[in-house]
């Protein structure tokens, strides 16, 4: 369904709406009606949005926001600095805990806002995929570009390396695949970026079976055809030798 709502405004409601605020998207007027349970006549009022004209967005919850601190532990290099960071989640109080540790490391702090803000234009962009949204103004999707690589051009990352076809998915033939790889400007961490790619992959290069390569610079994705039966459906692995 296609809707005339920003996306800034979705975005906020996926990152403010919990299970006593919530937000509905009004299919029929493009906006969003908040409602919070801290209200008087608030039960009357989620009644009204009880309908097929209005969307709920889902509440966040306590653990959607400890697995983005979580996640931004992962980043942080200085290993010593991440286990502690880590040891104040595995202690009571976590949220408060990490916000006061944060606080101390300005430059880690101006990261973890960064990333926080990331993960929720993730979050944002997957439920209008998997709730089959729309949205016209489309300023916020990332300009994405793939193009195919030479030969001499490709760069597997170190820990891809042996990466390559092992056997095609319908006659099983084991070798003489032929592989061609595309350089992604972005990477594909949500699913609205996801389906772009898809899109693209077919309509500029007839493409609808790929494999991902991440890690290195840039992410690549690489195309195999069976020699034998001209099947694009190809498993792919690290081939070891010997
Ligand atoms: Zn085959």
């Avoid at 097929?52 to 931004?72: K, L």
Wanted: proline share 3%.
């Amino acid at each position: 369904m296609k809707l005339k709502i920003s996306f800034e405004d979705i975005k906020d409601a996926i990152e403010s709406t919990s299970f006593e605020q919530h937000h509905f998207i009004d299919k029929t007027k493009n906006e969003i009606v908040f409602i919070s349970e801290h209200k008087e006549d608030y039960e009357n009022k989620l009644e009204e949005v009880d309908h097929n004209n209005f969307i709920g967005i889902p509440a966040r919850t306590t653990d959607d926001d400890f697995q983005i601190m979580r996640s931004f532990i992962y980043k942080i290099k200085d290993l010593s600095l991440a286990q502690k960071f880590d040891d104040v989640l595995n202690r009571k109080k976590p949220f408060r805990n990490f916000r006061k540790m944060i606080n101390q490391y300005p430059e880690l702090r101006e990261r973890w806002f960064e990333h926080y803000d990331k993960e929720i234009i993730n979050d944002t962009m997957n439920w209008l995929c998997i709730s089959d949204i729309d949205i016209e103004d489309k300023n916020f999707m990332p300009n994405i570009e793939i193009k195919e690589l030479e030969p001499y051009e490709v760069k597997i990352p170190e820990e891809f390396e042996g990466f390559g076809s092992i056997a095609c998915m319908k006659c099983n033939t084991q070798d003489g695949f032929k592989t061609r790889y595309f350089e992604l400007n972005v990477s594909n961490e949500n699913m609205l970026i996801d389906k772009e790619i898809k899109r693209i992959m077919k309509t500029k290069y007839n493409v609808e079976n790929y494999g991902h390569l991440s890690g290195g610079k840039k992410e690549i994705l690489t195309v195999s055809e069976c020699p034998k039966c001209k099947s694009g459906k190809i498993f792919e692995g690290i081939k070891y030798e010997g």
